[in-house]
Nanobody
Framework: QVQLVESGGGLVQAGGSLRLSCAAS????????MGWFRQAPGKEREFVAA????????VYADSVKGRFTISRDNAKNTVYLLMNRLKPEDTAVYYC???????????????WGQGTQVTVSS
Protein backbone atom coordinates (compact mmCIF):
# COMPACT_ATOMS: atom_id res chain seq x y z
CA GLN A 1 0.00 0.00 0.00
CA VAL A 2 1.03 3.58 -0.70
CA GLN A 3 -0.31 6.62 1.08
CA LEU A 4 -0.22 10.05 -0.54
CA VAL A 5 -0.82 13.27 1.36
CA GLU A 6 -1.07 16.58 -0.47
CA SER A 7 -0.54 20.02 0.98
CA GLY A 8 0.05 23.58 -0.17
CA GLY A 9 -3.24 24.50 -1.75
CA GLY A 10 -4.97 27.80 -1.08
CA LEU A 11 -6.30 31.02 -2.49
CA VAL A 12 -4.12 33.13 -4.76
CA GLN A 13 -4.63 36.00 -7.15
CA ALA A 14 -4.22 35.54 -10.87
CA GLY A 15 -0.56 35.78 -11.83
CA GLY A 16 0.56 34.46 -8.47
CA SER A 17 2.29 31.24 -7.49
CA LEU A 18 1.71 28.23 -5.29
CA ARG A 19 3.72 25.12 -4.54
CA LEU A 20 1.94 21.85 -3.87
CA SER A 21 3.61 18.98 -2.05
CA CYS A 22 2.78 15.30 -2.07
CA ALA A 23 4.33 13.19 0.66
CA ALA A 24 4.40 9.50 -0.15
CA SER A 25 4.72 6.68 2.35
CA UNK A 26 4.43 2.92 2.27
CA UNK A 27 5.73 0.52 -0.35
CA UNK A 28 6.95 2.96 -2.98
CA UNK A 29 8.49 1.32 -6.01
CA UNK A 30 11.14 3.05 -8.09
CA UNK A 31 9.05 1.96 -11.06
CA UNK A 32 6.30 4.36 -10.11
CA UNK A 33 5.51 7.55 -11.92
CA MET A 34 4.15 10.31 -9.70
CA GLY A 35 1.65 12.69 -11.12
CA TRP A 36 -0.73 15.51 -10.48
CA PHE A 37 -4.29 15.62 -11.72
CA ARG A 38 -6.95 18.24 -11.16
CA GLN A 39 -10.71 18.38 -11.16
CA ALA A 40 -12.73 21.54 -11.49
CA PRO A 41 -16.42 21.69 -10.50
CA GLY A 42 -18.57 20.02 -13.11
CA LYS A 43 -15.59 18.79 -15.09
CA GLU A 44 -13.75 15.52 -15.42
CA ARG A 45 -10.47 14.87 -13.67
CA GLU A 46 -7.59 15.77 -15.97
CA PHE A 47 -3.88 15.13 -16.12
CA VAL A 48 -1.56 18.00 -15.20
CA ALA A 49 2.03 16.76 -14.87
CA ALA A 50 4.06 13.68 -14.03
CA UNK A 51 7.59 12.65 -13.11
CA UNK A 52 9.23 9.24 -12.95
CA UNK A 53 10.70 8.33 -9.58
CA UNK A 54 13.89 6.88 -10.95
CA UNK A 55 14.99 8.89 -13.98
CA UNK A 56 13.12 12.09 -13.24
CA UNK A 57 11.57 12.27 -16.69
CA UNK A 58 8.74 14.78 -16.82
CA VAL A 59 5.65 15.33 -18.91
CA TYR A 60 3.10 18.16 -18.81
CA ALA A 61 -0.34 18.92 -20.09
CA ASP A 62 -0.28 21.59 -22.79
CA SER A 63 -2.39 23.89 -20.65
CA VAL A 64 0.30 24.16 -17.97
CA LYS A 65 3.48 23.76 -19.99
CA GLY A 66 5.87 26.62 -19.29
CA ARG A 67 4.02 27.66 -16.13
CA PHE A 68 4.12 24.58 -13.90
CA THR A 69 7.17 22.58 -12.84
CA ILE A 70 7.06 19.13 -11.28
CA SER A 71 9.99 17.88 -9.22
CA ARG A 72 10.80 15.23 -6.65
CA ASP A 73 12.97 14.72 -3.62
CA ASN A 74 13.64 11.00 -3.42
CA ALA A 75 15.20 11.26 0.03
CA LYS A 76 11.99 12.78 1.38
CA ASN A 77 9.65 10.69 -0.80
CA THR A 78 8.00 13.94 -1.81
CA VAL A 79 6.83 15.29 -5.13
CA TYR A 80 6.26 18.99 -5.73
CA LEU A 81 4.26 21.01 -8.20
CA LEU A 82 5.37 24.60 -8.54
CA MET A 83 2.63 26.60 -10.21
CA ASN A 84 3.52 30.02 -11.60
CA ARG A 85 1.46 32.59 -13.47
CA LEU A 86 -1.72 31.04 -12.19
CA LYS A 87 -4.96 31.70 -14.03
CA PRO A 88 -8.57 31.50 -12.81
CA GLU A 89 -9.03 28.44 -15.01
CA ASP A 90 -6.43 26.64 -12.90
CA THR A 91 -8.94 26.60 -10.05
CA ALA A 92 -9.58 22.98 -9.10
CA VAL A 93 -8.94 20.28 -6.55
CA TYR A 94 -5.46 18.94 -7.22
CA TYR A 95 -4.77 15.26 -6.64
CA CYS A 96 -1.47 13.47 -6.29
CA UNK A 97 -1.25 10.10 -8.00
CA UNK A 98 1.08 7.12 -8.08
CA UNK A 99 1.04 4.97 -11.18
CA UNK A 100 2.99 2.17 -12.79
CA UNK A 101 2.35 3.83 -16.13
CA UNK A 102 4.19 6.87 -17.47
CA UNK A 103 2.54 9.22 -17.94
CA UNK A 104 -0.14 8.28 -15.46
CA UNK A 105 -3.73 8.12 -16.56
CA UNK A 106 -6.86 7.86 -14.46
CA UNK A 107 -7.12 4.21 -15.46
CA UNK A 108 -3.52 3.29 -14.67
CA UNK A 109 -3.23 5.20 -11.41
CA UNK A 110 -2.90 2.85 -8.47
CA UNK A 111 -3.07 5.32 -5.61
CA TRP A 112 -4.64 8.74 -5.07
CA GLY A 113 -4.20 11.41 -2.46
CA GLN A 114 -7.17 13.11 -0.84
CA GLY A 115 -6.80 16.30 -2.87
CA THR A 116 -6.00 19.92 -2.08
CA GLN A 117 -8.03 22.91 -3.21
CA VAL A 118 -6.43 25.59 -5.38
CA THR A 119 -8.48 28.72 -6.02
CA VAL A 120 -7.25 31.47 -8.32
CA SER A 121 -9.13 34.75 -8.14
CA SER A 122 -9.29 37.16 -11.04
Amino acid sequence: QVQLVESGGGLVQAGGSLRLSCAASGRISSSYAMGWFRQAPGKEREFVAAISWSAGNTVYADSVKGRFTISRDNAKNTVYLLMNRLKPEDTAVYYCAASLGMPPTIVTTNYWGQGTQVTVSS
